[in-house]
């Protein structure tokens, strides 16, 4: 046998690893850091309970996109009817740029919490420069730095090592959590939910499988020999479990850091992912400040171009455009045209008089809201001959995929309720 390639596991990864990686975004970061800030490590059971339901909806959008060779969006063509689909398509949009905007104006702020200067400055550079990663890069060497960006997750696993940690209590109230359900236990709580399980995750994963399709000019599973396609879903299968691992894992350290520093010295109101940071440093020391910084624009160079990137497809796939990152702009205008709509409008939210906390409130709301609906309809075509031939969705597959709609649809009602 001849020498093992040490990257042989890293290269089985790819839209799964980044769709799990981000979903760890600066937005994400602010929901984990308030969990453990206001109750400690009696949320973290949360993050344990949506790592299969999160599998579960990711793999199913992943195989609906190799086997159809098409995004979720047009695949939801064949449930609901156009103008339901451009409803849905156009909510995503707004709450995806309301999202670009809390995320690079997290960026900028983290910059400027490791140099002393220039928020604004570093907002629209970092703004600048994602886009022009995504409009002159093309997606077969884009998604290598996206992979390599993964790493900067765990700046969030290494903070745990500048703090002292109660082992057996972080397990104990992991299964079994200290914690009354009242309305600001019940809000968190569906914060996580919506944070972990969103849209543009869905979109995402679905339209980069078929992305790789056309990168490796392979046809997609309905026209596969069996082999082949039985080896597809086994890299799918990996893929995906390591990519919601290392996002479950993630957001579990950051409720865990921020548990056993902020909330144990009487730090329980974080409102952004800079605060959590800035608020870290005089108590775990400028160790665990700067990789939590230095985590928090990390990560937003990954979650942004998937924020732009699940509405330039799903508005694509809707219209019936030609889509792909792949392309040059001028091969896709339409296309690259949202995604450049996309950051451009989220910029101007940054700079606009909106509350960016109440913006981000709201963007969760809309999230939520669409996310049942599509998860429903997700599970109609992962269920149908018709579309998916032999590779409908397993057993086990849609058990924890209904399960998932059923939960977020609980959170929905919840956060409607206690909104009142």
């Known amino acids: 046998?001849?020498?093992?390639?040490?990257?042989?596991?890293?290269?089985?990864?790819?839209?799964?690893?980044?769709?799990?990686?981000?979903?760890?975004?600066?937005?994400?970061?602010?929901?984990?850091?308030?969990?453990?800030?206001?109750?400690?490590?009696?949320?973290?059971?949360?993050?344990?309970?949506?790592?299969?339901?999160?599998?579960?909806?990711?793999?199913?959008?992943?195989?609906?996109?190799?086997?159809?060779?098409?995004?979720?969006?047009?695949?939801?063509?064949?449930?609901?009817?156009?103008?339901?689909?451009?409803?849905?398509?156009?909510?995503?949009?707004?709450?995806?740029?309301?999202?670009?905007?809390?995320?690079?104006?997290?960026?900028?702020?983290?910059?400027?919490?490791?140099?002393?200067?220039?928020?604004?400055?570093?907002?629209?550079?970092?703004?600048?420069?994602?886009?022009?990663?995504?409009?002159?890069?093309?997606?077969?060497?884009?998604?290598?730095?996206?992979?390599?960006?993964?790493?900067?997750?765990?700046?969030?696993?290494?903070?745990?090592?500048?703090?002292?940690?109660?082992?057996?209590?972080?397990?104990?109230?992991?299964?079994?959590?200290?914690?009354?359900?009242?309305?600001?236990?019940?809000?968190?709580?569906?914060?996580?939910?919506?944070?972990?399980?969103?849209?543009?995750?869905?979109?995402?994963?679905?339209?980069e499988e078929v992305e790789d399709l056309a990168a490796e000019h392979q046809p997609d599973l309905l026209d596969e020999q069996p082999a082949e396609a039985r080896e597809q879903l086994e890299r799918m299968g990996f893929d995906t479990f390591v990519g919601m691992a290392l996002s479950n894992i993630v957001a579990f350290f950051i409720i865990l850091t921020t548990a056993v520093t902020l909330h144990a010295n009487g730090v329980t109101d974080i409102q952004t992912s800079a605060q959590a940071a800035q608020a870290l440093k005089p108590i775990a020391g400028p160790l665990a400040f700067g990789l939590f910084s230095l985590g928090i624009i990390g990560t937003g160079l990954l979650a942004v171009p998937v924020l732009a990137g699940s509405s330039a497809y799903a508005v694509a796939e809707t219209f019936g455009w030609k889509s792909g990152l792949e392309k040059q702009p001028w091969q896709e205008p339409r296309f690259y045209a949202v995604i450049v709509a996309g950051m451009v409008i989220a910029l101007g939210v940054v700079f606009s008089p909106l509350d960016p906390i109440k913006a981000l409130f709201w963007s969760a709301v809309v999230n939520g809201v669409i996310s049942v609906p599509i998860m429903a309809a997700m599970m109609v075509v992962a269920s149908r001959r018709k579309q998916m031939g032999v590779f409908v969705t397993t057993p086990a597959q849609k058990l924890f995929g209904w399960a998932a709609t059923l939960v977020m649809a609980v959170a929905v009602v919840t956060m409607a309720i206690f909104s009142r």
């Open 1 to 207: 046998m001849g020498p093992q390639n040490p990257f042989r596991f890293f290269n089985r990864l790819g839209p799964g690893l980044i769709t799990g990686a981000a979903d760890d975004d600066p937005s994400g970061i602010a929901t984990y850091s308030q969990a453990g800030a206001q109750f400690g490590v009696n949320m973290l059971w949360t993050v344990a309970l949506t790592y299969p339901l999160m599998v579960a909806v990711q793999l199913i959008s992943a195989r609906i996109g190799r086997v159809t060779g098409k995004g979720l969006a047009a695949n939801l063509l064949g449930v609901f009817p156009r103008p339901a689909v451009m409803g849905l398509v156009a909510l995503l949009f707004i709450a995806n740029t309301v999202n670009i905007g809390a995320d690079i104006a997290a960026m900028g702020a983290a910059s400027e919490l490791v140099l002393g200067w220039g928020a604004r400055t570093f907002t629209v550079v970092l703004a600048l420069g994602s886009l022009g990663l995504q409009l002159f890069v093309p997606y077969h060497r884009y998604v290598k730095v996206l992979k390599w960006l993964t790493l900067a997750l765990f700046a969030y696993v290494g903070v745990i090592f500048t703090v002292h940690i109660d082992w057996p209590q972080v397990l104990t109230r992991t299964v079994l959590p200290d914690l009354k359900l009242n309305e600001a236990a019940v809000t968190v709580i569906v914060a996580v939910f919506g944070t972990t399980i969103s849209p543009y995750l869905f979109f995402w994963q679905s339209s």
